[in-house]
């Protein structure tokens, strides 16, 4: 399988976006896939996430400059097939220098190149800043497929409709022409309440297919496991959110066998933007 770059986004904060990145990748390390996750949000929970400490100098800031190779950044994590190229403080400045760049959207593209020929890593997934700044941009411009998880409130809806609008102009643009939403992910269900019900509902009415069948719960199990440096399935193996997980890193293998859903958002989904 040629290596399959997956930018998880969202621009809205806490809607859950880290943590699929984090637990994600470690369910699909511990299917057997080589994984790479690139942290290139500035708060680095992503990094500690997975009990790694935020190094000064540690992150993909010069790589993306192209003052050196990301091989220099990759770390372990202590987990078989999980490698990580951590984040820092300094990827704030990232935001500026890239800007002032040639080809400031690629340069995520170019950096990733030699780890797509290595075959180093069979998936890499790239956790992004909650915005849709230069950062984010460049990984939407190297990602072959965009995940995005939202959470299970109303307000979470409003900007799913960007994300789609903005990868579908790179594509129209040329930027990244081959750039496909994965699906929606959705996150911090609470069955207790009728919201989160409603919520899934409504999204699935919009998106049909594109949405995930796996729903990730609101659990203080998964909310702990970053404070230890842990994927939820190390913390608590045997919790509904460490199984949630693992389904949902099936149904990501079963859509990458099964090739691209497309970027079109089905109709109605415009609908979003007018809330």
Not at 257 to 272: K, N, Q, T, V, W
């Amino acid at each position: 399988m040629p290596t399959i770059v997956i930018a998880v986004a969202n621009q809205k904060g806490g809607v859950g976006k880290t943590t699929t990145a984090v637990n994600l990748a470690a369910c699909l390390a511990r299917l057997g896939k080589r994984i790479l996750l690139v942290d290139i949000d500035p708060q680095a929970n992503a990094t500690s996430g997975l009990g790694l400490s935020k190094t000064p100098g540690a992150s993909a800031y010069r790589a993306l400059l192209g003052q050196e190779p990301l091989d220099a950044r990759i770390v372990g994590t202590g987990r078989e097939c999980l490698e990580i190229v951590p984040a820092e403080f300094d990827m704030c400045g990232a935001e500026v220098e890239l800007s002032r760049l040639e080809n400031h959207l690629l340069r995520l593209r170019f950096t990733l190149e030699p780890v797509r020929t290595s075959g180093r890593a069979e998936l890499v997934l790239v956790d992004c800043p909650p915005s849709l700044g230069i950062l984010t941009l460049n990984a939407f411009a190297a990602a072959d497929r965009l995940l995005v998880p939202i959470q299970c409130e109303y307000y979470a809806l409003e900007g799913i409709s960007t994300i789609t609008r903005i990868a579908g102009q790179l594509r129209e643009t040329g930027v990244n022409p081959d750039l496909e939403l994965m699906g929606v992910v959705m996150t911090m269900y609470d069955g207790r309440t009728r919201l989160s019900p409603q919520v899934v509902a409504e999204v699935r009415q919009h998106f049909g297919e594109l949405v995930f069948d796996t729903v990730i719960p609101r659990t203080t199990r998964l909310a702990e496991a970053p404070s230890f440096g842990k994927a939820i399935i190390e913390y608590d193996p045997y919790s509904p959110a460490a199984s949630a997980y693992e389904v949902l890193a099936q149904e990501v293998l079963a859509r990458i066998d099964s090739g691209p859903e497309g970027m079109a958002g089905p109709p109605g989904a415009s609908l979003l933007s007018e809330r």
